[in-house]
């Protein structure tokens, strides 16, 4: 089974930078899109990016020109390089294919403060 592991969230002041990980448990990245996805307190879950197998990347009106999506098939890693932080941007943040096929992981909390 699949499983898909987040991690780099954390606490940053408005108009700083994190980046975020997510590594599979297995071998999916060179044949699938990834995408990455927030949930907002108190919101649904909503798509932020998608990278295609051949690293296209496509985005969110909201993140467009301040995130950049990449992947590294090799380390089955997808990547979330988040500049310009924005309160706005505050929510726990998942990665999946764009179809969410596989089982959610825990997500990583991204904290932005005013």
């Known amino acids: 089974q699949v499983q898909l592991e987040e991690s780099g969230g954390g606490l940053v002041q408005a108009g700083g930078s994190l980046r975020l990980s997510c590594a599979a448990s297995?071998?999916?990245?060179?044949?699938?899109?990834m995408a990455w996805y927030r949930q907002p307190p108190g919101k649904q879950r909503e798509w932020v990016a998608t990278?295609?197998?051949?690293?296209?990347?496509s985005y969110t009106d909201s993140v467009r020109g301040r995130f950049t999506i990449s992947r590294d098939n090799a380390k089955n890693t997808v990547y979330l390089q988040m500049n310009s932080l924005e309160p706005d941007d505050a929510a726990v943040y998942y990665c999946?294919?764009?179809?969410?096929?596989?089982?959610w992981g825990p997500g990583t909390q991204v904290t932005v403060s005013s």
């Open positions: 999946n294919d764009p179809f969410g096929s596989f089982p």
């Open positions: 297995e071998i999916i990245f060179s044949i699938n899109a």
């Open positions: 990278v295609s197998s051949g690293g296209r990347a």
